[in-house]
């Protein structure tokens, strides 16, 4: 299946059939392409919170204003966005790169306090909204993954982050959780499964300048 097949295959799943569970494997490789999504300066503001116990799962129905979908799931991918993205971590993620690439140290101290200057002028707001963007570029890669695959899932942004935060103890890991995207497979009574994919024709939809 080409990959145009497969997101044409994928939808937002609203009912999962709770007996079928995403292999260790599979999740791994889901994982694996978020982790390699682009992000800002490559900072990778964000950590992964997975979810597989049923009852903390059932916990977080209420506060996805009641959707089934967490529960229902194999699995549920919570994309944290990281609160503590101060100059020290950036230059820790500017000496990790030094490592990876095989750079002097302090090669890139230029570049990290540029990244500071730019990302300490935020307000805390800012800079939340700023690592929220990210995480949504990670999203697109996990729901894609999972396309190739033939794994559902269901993006959402319908749930209370204060109240996932408290369930999954994210403010003391510095995390807030921004988007959330249940996997697994579809039920067969799900009814949207056969509904046409509406999207506008790409020639309504680009413009070549």
């Known amino acids: ?22 292999s260790p494997d599979d999740l791994q490789t889901i994982l694996e392409v978020g982790n390699l999504a682009a992000t800002s300066y490559g900072l990778q503001p964000f950590q992964f ?8 799962r059932q916990q ?3 506060f996805s204003y009641n959707q089934p979908q967490p529960a229902q799931a194999s699995h549920v991918i919570v994309i944290a966005v990281r609160t503590d993205v101060d100059a020290e971590f950036i230059r820790e993620s500017a000496r990790f790169t030094e490592q990876v690439r095989d750079l002097e140290v302090g090669q890139l101290d230029g570049y990290a306090k540029q990244m500071i200057g730019a990302i300490t002028s935020m307000n805390e707001q800012e800079r939340l ?21 033939k794994i559902d ?3 959402m942004e319908g749930f209370i982050p204060a109240e996932y935060n408290r369930i999954l103890d994210l403010d003391a890991k510095n ?3 921004s988007v959330v995207l249940p996997v697994g497979y579809r039920a067969g009574d799900d009814e949207q499964q056969g509904f046409a994919k509406v999207r506008k024709p790409l020639g309504e939809m680009t413009h070549f300048v």
Do not use: G
Request: proline content about 7%.
């Open 175 to 177: 995390l807030h959780a």
């Open 49 to 56: 919170v997975v979810v597989s116990d049923p009852a903390i």
């Open 129 to 149: 909204l700023w690592a929220q963007k990210q995480s949504y570029i990670v999203l697109a890669n996990l729901m894609t993954a999972c396309a190739v695959l």
């Open 1 to 22: 299946m080409d990959i145009i097949e497969s997101l044409k295959w994928r939808y937002a799943t609203k009912k999962f059939d709770p007996s079928k569970s995403v």
């Open 153 to 155: 899932s269901c993006p």
């Open 60 to 62: 977080l129905v209420p």
